[in-house]
Structure formats: structure tokens, C-alpha cells
């Protein structure tokens, strides 16, 4: 049978769930440290968790044996250690960048221009990637909601001005 350590649960829709957490590595209780810092903090972090669907591998560089795949489900997020090759979607850096990273110390963007993290995924799966190392980042939980916001009303703003313009096309005769 395997373990699970269900605790903590971030809000009734999502847990953070480290599986075998007595066998697991430091990388694991690291991520897993921090997804539930994140997360808890950040109920719009939660609702984009909550609709990713999908699994990353996290491995150390140091050792080649140290990965962690972690998979968003929906309803939990699931920590567990095993094989980082077989990992479609991957991210690879000594232990000190993944804690950069996690922390909000250094941005994904920087870390793979000075080659310190490498990232691997097909083209498809590069918005998964970059929500999850959003996850990852502990932020002003304010800042990134207002940042959600503004998209939302630039989104909107789009599609006014887009409406707008086809109406005045039609208005104008272009339909003709």
C-alpha cells in the first residue's frame, strides 16, 4: 500500500499531496514546501491549479537519480520521487536555482538565459510549463491579482474594439 500524507490541504477544492512522504527526497519537501506556500496565499494561484491538467518533472543536477514529478489532477496537486527521464515535460537545475525559482528570487526567463535551469517540453505544453513555474513563485498575492484583472479588461477591451470595428466595416458598406 501506498502512503499518502493528505495534509496540508490548501482550500476544500485543492490538496497538496505528498505521496510516500516518509521516503520522499529533499526536492520533494522542498516543492511541495513551497506549492503550499504559494497556493495558500494566493486564491487566484488555487483556480489556475485547480484547471491544470498534467505532469512536470523537477530534477536536481547534482544528482542525476533526484527528480520529482509532480501532477495537477484537478483536485490535488501530487508530489512524488521517481524516474525524471520518462518526464515529457521537464525541468532540470542544481538544487540552489530550483530554490531561486521557487522563491521568487530569480525569474524562469532569467534562469535559462544564464543556462542555470534547462527546460524541455514540446511546443504544446510550454502555457502548462510556464503556469506551473508561476505556481511555483511566491509573490504578493495583491500584485497577482490585479495583474489577473487588468488581463481580464484588456481581454475585453480587445473584443469591444474588434466588435466595434466589423460593425463600422459593415456600417460603412464593407459587407456589401
Do not use: N
Not at 514546501?33 to 505532469?55: D, F, M
Not at 503556469?131 to 489577473?148: F, H
Amino acid at each position: 500500500m501506498v502512503e499518502t500524507d493528505l495534509t496540508p490541504a490548501v482550500t476544500d477544492e485543492l490538496a497538496i499531496v505528498l505521496v510516500e512522504p516518509d521516503r520522499a527526497s529533499g526536492l520533494a519537501e522542498l516543492l511541495q514546501q513551497y506549492l503550499t506556500q504559494s497556493l495558500a496565499a494566493t486564491p487566484c494561484k488555487v483556480e489556475v491549479a485547480t484547471r491544470l491538467r498534467g505532469e512536470v518533472v523537477f530534477q536536481a543536477r547534482e544528482i542525476d537519480d533526484v527528480s520529482v514529478r509532480i501532477a495537477f489532477t484537478g483536485r490535488a496537486v501530487e508530489l512524488r520521487d521517481g524516474d525524471g527521464a520518462a518526464g515529457e515535460v521537464r525541468v532540470r537545475a542544481d538544487f540552489l536555482s530550483l530554490a531561486h525559482l521557487a522563491t521568487g528570487q530569480a525569474s524562469p526567463l532569467w534562469l535559462t538565459a544564464t543556462r542555470r535551469i534547462e527546460l524541455a517540453c514540446p511546443a504544446g505544453r510550454l502555457p502548462f510549463l510556464l503556469r506551473v513555474l508561476g505556481l511555483l513563485r511566491l509573490e504578493d498575492p495583491a500584485a497577482i491579482c490585479r495583474r489577473r484583472r487588468r488581463r481580464g479588461i484588456a481581454v475585453v477591451v480587445v473584443v469591444v474594439a474588434a466588435v466595434a470595428a466589423v460593425a463600422a466595416w459593415l456600417f460603412c458598406g464593407g459587407g456589401r
